[in-house]
């Protein structure tokens, strides 16, 4: 039934019957081999066409064709099958994903007869992600968290100005002092005291001026600048809290670390010193500059000479000194990197006596930044020392050029010494200035990393219209929920729903997308497809954070803070009075033994709550779960990590818990599912079987099984559990 | 030890290996899946079936008789799919996300880079880059790269 169209253009429009309508396109970025080619495909009322690029193949419409995809590690498959055979597969990587879905939805649509849609390309029918605003200079972008402080700022560069101006002064005082005091005195004239004193008058009250605009000058700036660092701070931090948990599964805490800490410091000082000084610098070359023309035009030529060398010679250095810059921050990175990684694993550290093995690794990425360093400094050793010699050379050919004129008569000797005074200090500037491209280069190089973390859009995003619930009553409905995690399918659609009130049990080997049903229903990943709704609102439609005060989750390892066990307690509602604190540890079981701890409540509790047992971590944590009283319970293998006997006591308090509120829970071992009102049994993502204890085993499915294995064996996985265990074939090298 | 395979393959009508082994029972839907796709793609390649237990090993690809390592050759190269790049042609900008157009050995193609992080080093000499949508680039040999593309890619590193 196949047949090709004498159509020889690759990849043309395809050529249609007379009364043939185009119902939709789509292109593809792989051809069967898996290179990089595009691939089309049309849809007609009549037939479907694929073109490889070498031609256009069609296949008529028939009710047993159906069109498949699958995806496996970044390559998604479609397939056109009919009853028995596959008859063609066509390649995509998974951006073109989205617009397949559309494509076999339009398929799926001509199947089964509907009439003829408008011709639409489905390359464009499903929008393209647009590209964020890119680029743009790091360091200008620090103006949003300046812009509140543009007063202070204005103030700032005013008494900059001024206080550069005054500076300036005393060099242009010895210029008269020079002319018409020192020189006529040598020529035999009387010194003229009064002339000296207004002088000298004027000498200190510059500098005295000088010293208290400078004063103000620095201490505003460096106020708004801490001030800026403080924002910059806290908005990163913040900003960082509101991202998804897919974020930071994907960053090394040493990395993040590094960023907020250190990096925003960076920043800091960078606009309260190096950019201080730049501003006064550039300042004052200006100012000087404007002197020294007034004064005589031609030295002042002269003197600037140097100036586009060193700018030059800057500007040269600049590329390698802000790459070398950056790399040594990520170096950097990977230094605390190392230290992030090992003191928290201490315990294996020590275990498998491989303190040397990570003392090495320390060693290695401290060589790796002291080479880094190296090699920087190789270059940024030299920029410095050449700019001094640029300027002692500057001052030569002054002194050269000045020497020639006084003894021409062109300038008196009080205008060389103006000049000499004022270019001792310019070049010291510029040797300062030169300073400022690596502190630029520093800092802007910080900026990035922060507005890195900045500009990342949450992917569990605000509504900004959020549905208010009045009141919750604890419904859930998972309707065709699909998940896919990087390129993995996680689940796919799973649909459910969850009265109020009800208790749900998630059974399944782990792997199976248990934890991820329960990251779904927190919302700390949204949905790939399909949706999920709270007393029938989509959660997508509610605030994050207002949604999740409903939630009271209870995991496998219990994290405490350090602080108090009242503190931890309160975690989730600070403003708990000691009453509701304390009744809802005694509802956890947990208040006779935070009694008998030396200090009750007000006892302190390490990072990881070291010196309690893990029995009463997790009662102060079910404590913690009870106090906010929340509609929904999600207990991630609340009792999976302690014995039997603390099970014992936990169950317990998790009955407590359970009461009255829709729950789902997640456990390994059966026994601790037999309150629940249903079991849902899932496998590969899927649902697989839904009921009660009694159903399930009636039904001697997966549930059965797993039931069986574990009443021989009490930890048994689903996964252990196969009806044949079948030995492996071995094909061995001969 | 023989070096003649205790089970046989074929392929449905759909495409799919069907794998019967030497007791005689028969798996549709098979997948050849290598353990170290990376490090070393010739040794340990497990047929799994379609819930991804595994039913057969095979130490040494070379070790297997010509029609099956074609078999299963085949297979893999239709579904693997990590194109390695060898050259980077251009970058929009070298602050994060960049539109990379690289050329590798499965042609030219752009993709987005999400993050410095996406980039990582599976050892000294080669890299994992992952592209906004996860799919996998590999680059194999650091040094092998010509000096524009180094010079490129240093700033990301």
């Known amino acids: 039934m196949v047949y090709r169209m004498n159509n020889n253009s690759s990849l043309s429009e395809p050529t249609l019957a007379p009364q043939e309508s185009l119902l939709a396109t789509l292109e593809l970025d792989l051809d069967a081999r898996l290179q990089f080619a595009p691939t089309r495909l049309a849809l007609t009322d009549q037939r479907l066409l694929a073109n490889l690029g070498e031609g256009w193949q069609a296949w008529p419409l028939s009710p047993e064709l159906a069109l498949h995809h699958d995806d496996h590690a970044g390559v998604g498959a479609l397939e056109l099958r009919d009853a028995a055979s596959r008859l063609a597969c066509w390649r995509y990587t998974l951006g073109c994903e989205p617009r397949v879905r559309a494509f076999a939805a339009r398929f799926d649509l001509a199947q089964t007869g509907t009439p003829a849609a408008p011709i639409e390309d489905i390359s464009t029918e499903v929008a393209e992600e647009t590209p964020e605003e890119r680029g743009g200079w790091a360091l200008l972008r620090l103006w949003r968290f300046a812009r509140p402080y543009r007063g202070q700022l204005l103030l700032g560069f005013l008494l900059t100005l001024a206080a550069t101006a005054a500076t300036l002064v005393p060099p242009y005082l010895t210029m008269p002092l020079m002319d018409k005091v020192l020189i006529p005195f040598q020529n035999g004239q009387p010194i003229d005291w009064l002339l000296v004193w207004t002088y000298l008058g004027g000498l200190l009250g510059a500098s005295l001026l000088a010293w208290v605009l400078g004063w103000l000058r ?134 498998f006596a491989q303190e040397r093995r990570e003392s090495e690794r320390f060693h290695a990425a401290n060589e790796h930044n002291l080479a880094m360093n190296d090699k920087l400094n190789k270059t940024w050793s030299l920029f410095a020392p050449s700019v001094t010699l640029l300027t002692e050379f500057g001052l030569l050919i002054v002194w050269a050029y000045g020497i020639w004129q006084i003894s021409k008569n062109e300038i008196t000797v009080g205008v060389l010494t103006a000049f000499l005074a004022y270019i001792g200090r310019f070049y010291t500037r510029l040797d300062s200035m030169s300073r400022i491209v690596s502190a630029t280069q520093r800092a802007a190089s910080s900026t990035k990393r922060i507005f890195d973390i900045l500009d990342h859009v949450s992917s569990v995003p605000e509504t900004p219209n959020p549905v208010t619930l009045k009141e919750v009553r604890g419904g859930i409905e998972l309707r065709h929920v699909g998940f896919r995690y990087g390129n993995r399918t996680v689940t796919r659609d799973v649909s459910l729903t969850i009265a109020p009130g009800e208790m749900i049990g998630l059974v399944g080997h782990s792997g199976s997308g248990k934890s991820t049903m329960v990251n779904l229903i927190c919302r700390f990943y949204d949905v790939s497809e399909g949706a999920l709704l709270l007393d029938g609102v989509d959660i997508r439609q509610l605030a994050v954070a207002d949604y999740r005060r409903h939630i009271g989750l209870v995991l496998q390892e219990p994290f405490l803070f350090f602080g108090t066990i009242a503190d931890n307690i309160a975690y989730g509602k600070p403003d708990a009075t000691r009453a509701e604190i304390i009744a809802a540890a005694r509802a956890a079981h947990a208040h006779e033994f935070i009694l008998r701890l030396p200090h009750g409540y007000d006892s302190l509790v390490g990072e990881r709550g070291q010196g309690l047992s893990g029995g009463e971590r997790q009662r102060i944590s079910i404590a913690r779960a009870l106090l906010i009283d929340p509609r929904i319970l999600i207990l991630d293998e ?27 829970a997640i456990a390994h071992r059966l026994s601790t599912l037999r309150k629940a009102d249903r079991l849902v049994v899932m496998d590969k993502g899927e649902v697989v079987e839904v009921g009660n204890h009694d159903e399930l085993m009636a039904k001697e499915g997966a549930y059965y099984a797993l039931y069986q294995a574990q009443a021989r064996n009490v930890d048994t996985d689903l996964d252990d559990v196969r009806p044949n265990t079948r030995s492996i074939p071995h094909v061995q090298r001969s | 030890m023989s070096s003649a395979a205790d089970f046989r393959l074929s392929r449905n009508a759909y495409g799919r290996l069907v794998l019967t082994t030497a007791d005689g029972s028969v798996h549709e839907n098979v997948s050849p899946v290598r353990a170290f796709p990376i490090a070393d793609p010739l040794q340990g390649i497990a047929l799994v079936d379609a819930e991804g237990h595994e039913l057969a090993w095979v130490a040494q690809l070379d070790s297997l008789p010509t029609d099956l390592r074609k078999m299963i050759e085949e297979d893999l190269s239709s579904r693997e799919f990590v194109p390695e790049i060898e050259a980077l042609l251009d970058v929009s900008s070298f602050t994060t996300p960049s539109d990379w157009q690289v050329r590798t050995d499965r042609g030219v193609t752009t993709f987005t880079l999400k993050s410095e992080d996406d980039i990582r080093r599976l050892s000294p000499t080669t890299l994992l880059i992952s592209d906004s949508h996860s799919l996998h680039y590999l680059l194999r040999d650091l040094p092998a790269l010509d000096k524009r593309s180094r010079k490129l890619l240093d700033r990301f590193l």
């Open chain 1, 638 to 664: 609340a009792t999976s990590s302690v014995d039997t006997t603390t099970e014992r006591e936990i169950q317990a308090a998790l009955d407590n818990l359970v009461q009255g509120r829709t729950t789902i």
């Open chain 1, 218 to 351: 620095t201490y505003i700036l460096a106020r708004v600048s801490e001030r800026i660092g403080r924002d910059l701070r806290t908005t990163t931090y913040k900003h960082l809290l509101g991202l998804s948990l897919e974020y930071f599964g994907g960053k090394r805490t040493g990395d993040l670390m590094a960023r907020i800490g250190s990096e925003t410091d960076r920043i800091n000082v960078f606009l309260s010193l190096d950019l201080l000084n730049f501003a006064t610098d550039v300042l004052m070359i200006v100012m000087t500059a404007v002197i020294l023309f007034s004064i005589n035009p031609w030295l002042a030529l002269i003197t600037l000479l140097p100036l586009p060398i060193i700018a030059w010679m800057i500007h040269l250095v600049r590329e390698k000194l802000r790459t070398g810059f950056e790399k040594i921050d990520r170096v950097w990175a990977e230094v605390t990197n190392v230290l992030a990684d090992t003191i928290p694993g201490i315990r294996v550290v020590k275990a």
